[in-house]
């Protein structure tokens, strides 16, 4: 166990809609960075936080949106939702900002799309 | 451009055998951080190594060696001894330096690992 959490673990939904998945990072850990993964795309990073800021964003559509909150915890929430978006979504977690620190994952959120 | 190959997708062993994945990369930094990361079945990562572009020592944890070879851009890893529990996808991959380093980290495809009781 990672110590990351994520909620949900599976999230069926319709094209069109809008759906938030939250990440809690370790205790102590002040950066977070949320993945998708996916068949076609890999893995890919979307966005990090550190200690409520934005630090790097890489390939985040922008119909997908990001905050991390005064007690740390994030969300990344995707609007619109396309067939495309169907995949395993990771939040991970550092106590650095820096890309190099170790990061922790959590289990993933698994979006379906329909 | 960045690059990161593992050109292995799939590899399927019988317990108890080494093996080896490749990792291929392409920077035209000089500073740079390569990782590994494995994905068991169950789904999430999991941190395995972080090397330093500048730290060409191998390294030994138990069952696991990674050999950094810059002069051919590799940074391959070895599993001795393999046992079932290491079934799992295993992800290389580059990481730049700077401050928003995160936003370029770049994973390889992925290697495939079966090992067969």
């Known amino acids: 166990d990672s110590g990351v959490t994520q909620t949900p673990k599976h999230l069926i939904t319709a094209t069109g809609q809008r759906v938030t998945l939250r990440c809690s990072p370790r205790?102590?850990?002040?950066?977070v960075y949320w993945y998708q993964q996916s068949l076609d795309q890999g893995l890919q990073f979307l966005i990090q936080y550190y200690n409520g800021e934005e630090r790097a964003k890489g390939n985040i559509l922008e119909r997908f949106s990001a905050q991390q909150f005064p007690d740390l915890h994030s969300e990344l929430n995707l609007s619109s939702l396309e067939l495309g978006d169907s995949a395993l979504y990771f939040c991970a977690s550092s106590v650095g900002a820096g890309g190099n620190n170790e990061q922790f994952f959590g289990p993933g959120t698994r979006l379906t799309v329909l | 451009a960045q690059k990161v190959t593992q050109a292995q997708t799939e590899i399927s062993v019988v317990e108890k055998e080494d093996v080896t994945l490749d990792c291929v990369y392409e920077t035209r930094d000089t500073t740079y951080y390569l990782f590994w990361y494995k994905q068991p079945p169950s789904g999430e990562l999991v941190f395995l190594i972080r090397r330093n572009s500048f730290d060409e020592q191998n390294e030994i944890s138990g069952r696991y060696s990674w050999n950094f070879q810059k002069s051919t851009s590799s940074f391959n890893f070895t599993i001795t001894a393999s046992q079932v529990v290491d079934s799992a996808v295993y992800f290389c991959a580059l990481l730049p330096p700077g401050y928003s380093s995160a936003s370029k980290i770049i994973f390889g495809s992925g290697t495939r690992l079966s090992i067969r009781p």
């Open positions: 205790s102590g850990d002040l950066s």
